[in-house]
Nanobody
Framework: QVQLVESGGGLVQAGGSLRLSCAAS????????MGWYRQAPGKQRELVAA???????KYADSGKGRFTISRDNAKNTVYLQMNSLKPEDTAVYHC???????????????WGQGTQVTVSS
């Protein structure tokens, strides 16, 4: 349904920052709940952040206070600003899109390819 193109991943030292971007296709972006998940080897995929059409946000405890999810509906783009990065943030980060209800159900319809974030110590 939705094509997602991610950018912004890379290698950063602990304490540094990265901003991930996810560009979505279609004309109904403003009606989607958008999210970021991450998955590290040997660990379950975990929700990092989500933002609903009204701009409400939620965060995993691990990123609270360091990560900010935002959206620009004019650009059909969702962002994840990551500050004060830690080695344990190292993972593949996936952008995802769902209906409005996905903010609560966490059932997302579309997934990006994933972008690697590596934080060195």
């Amino acid at each position: 349904q939705v094509q997602l193109v991610e950018s912004g991943g890379g290698l950063v030292q602990a304490g540094g920052s990265l901003r991930l971007s996810c560009a979505a296709s279609g004309s109904t972006f403003s009606a989607n709940t958008m999210g970021w998940y991450r998955q590290a080897p040997g660990k379950q995929r975990e929700l990092v952040a989500a933002i609903n059409p009204g701009g409400n946000t939620k965060y995993a405890d691990s990123g609270k206070g360091r990560f900010t999810i935002s959206r620009d509906n004019a650009k059909n783009t969702v962002y994840l600003q990551m500050n004060s990065l830690k080695p344990e943030d190292t993972a593949v980060y996936h952008c995802c899109a769902g209906t409005r209800a996905a903010y609560f159900t966490l059932k997302f319809d579309s997934w990006g390819q994933g972008t690697q974030v590596t934080v060195s110590s």
